[in-house]
């Protein structure tokens, strides 16, 4: 699969991104919360840390949105956290002036096996929604199911409904 060009990795408009509400603050990663408007992420100081082959693209997104991040910590894609590394990351925290973690969905499940942190995490869900081409892609994904080899035992395999357009979305 090849990479996107920069200009085309965010369609919508700056203002309309700062706009959506896709944080949640959980007291315990286990869980999530309420969540937590984007406007209040410049007023929050919080020490960001993530395990992801590309974290760099995590960081400059946080700063695209104004996030008060005052440390950052990257660890190795995949990254499997102790409860030490926990530690260290309140500790850094702390000496930091950080109120709060803020991490992605993919690192917040690998907290919940450890015991809840001082500190609120905040996670960034982030959700892919199709505009167009809805139909083409269900198509697509179709012939390709088809083409493959079904595996002995497999239920048999079909593109769920619904992966077009989301419903009163006109496919432009």
Known sequence: MRA???????????????????????????????????????????????GLGNPGAFFGLLERLGADVRARRAFADHHGYTEGELQELLADAAAHGACALLTTHKDAVKLAALPPPELPVLVLHV???????????????ERCLQQAPARPGAPARTVAAGAGPAAGEADR
């Open 127 to 141: 959700r892919a929604r199709l505009v167009r081409g809805g139909a083409e892609l269900a198509a697509l994904l």
């Open 4 to 50: 996107l060009p920069q200009a085309a990795r965010y369609r919508s408009p700056r203002w309309r991104r700062s706009r959506s509400h896709c944080w949640s603050c959980t007291a315990a990663p286990a869980r999530v919360g309420a969540p937590v408007a984007l406007s209040a992420l410049p007023h929050l100081p919080a020490l960001a840390f993530c």
